[in-house]
């Protein structure tokens, strides 16, 4: 397990970053950080399979060792995937939201593809101190990918990347440029980069008390079996938070603005 939670997000940054090149430019775009305007983290994804030696809990016990707490939990009926969220009592650190694939509700081919890889696993590379950002512990060929990407991008994703952040999230709130969502995606876009449409480039807003958008996914080299290739990688999120009625800022989710955001790693159009 990490011992501190400021270097564990500093290496799942690194480890993004590494295939999200546009994060930096995205961040050379919403803050001035030569006078030491920090881009806040809202907070970082991640992507399972529900099977015993990847499930969601197991990633979330790495989260919960250094003091972060389960708050919500999520069902996305569609795509066939449960999540929950965690934040730390320190409300300055990111909040995390971890989902898991129910696996044994696809086909069975696909089912058979997932078995496969995480067969490949040892019974205890999740409890691994660099575990979150270790990406995949298997090998998969194109056209194993290929068939989960008929049936689920999520599970294509993964198969493909393996276990790391699949996103970070600035927080609008925090800016200084603007506080808007609507202005930071005009920005975006201004500067080229491709939003996510799916449900609106604005999912949510003021009524549910969180408006989120998203750039699609940057896309970069991975390694199959026999060939390297390009696919989507991770994306950057933008959030912003609105104040309940109790004069708190809501600090949940939004589980019909999460399923559009999942597309945003989408490789079919
Ligand atoms: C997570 C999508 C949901 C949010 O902020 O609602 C989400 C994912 O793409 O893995 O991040
Ligand atoms: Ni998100």
Redesign the pocket.
């Known amino acids: 397990m990490h011992s501190n939670v400021d270097t564990l997000f500093e290496n799942l940054w690194e480890d993004y970053v590494d295939i999200t090149p546009s994060a930096y430019k995205i961040h050379e775009l919403l803050a001035d950080s030569e006078n030491g305007d920090e881009i806040v983290n809202d907070?970082v994804?991640?992507?399972t399979f529900n099977l015993p030696k990847t499930s969601l809990d197991k990633l979330a016990a790495h989260f919960l060792a250094l003091g972060y707490e389960e708050k919500g939990d999520y069902d996305f009926e569609a795509k066939k995937l449960d999540?929950k969220h965690f934040e730390h009592p320190d409300e300055t650190k990111p909040k995390v939201?971890i989902?898991e694939l129910r696996v044994q509700d696809l086909s069975e081919k696909a089912q058979k593809i997932i078995h496969h890889l995480v067969e490949q696993m040892d019974d205890d590379a999740v409890e691994a101190d660099n575990f979150l950002y270790s990406g995949k512990h298997w090998t998969v060929s194109k056209a194993e990918y290929d068939m989960l990407l008929e049936e689920s991008e999520y599970a294509a994703w993964l198969a493909a990347w393996g276990f790391r952040a699949?996103?970070f999230?600035v927080s609008v709130n925090f800016l200084k440029k603007t506080q808007e969502l609507s202005d930071v995606n005009q920005m975006l876009k201004d500067a080229g980069f491709t939003l996510n449409d799916s449900g609106g480039e604005i999912k949510g807003g003021e009524s549910v008390y969180l408006a989120?958008s998203s750039t699609m996914a940057d896309h970069a080299y991975v390694k199959f079996e026999a060939e390297s290739k390009m696919i989507p990688s991770c994306f950057y999120?933008f959030?912003q938070r609105y104040k309940m009625p109790d004069g708190n800022y809501y600090t949940g989710?939004?589980a019909a603005?999460?399923d559009k955001?999942?597309e945003?790693?989408n490789a079919k159009q």
């Open positions: 907070h994804a991640f992507r999540a939201f989902s699949n996103h999230t989120q999120e959030a989710f939004v603005s999460a955001i999942f945003s790693t």
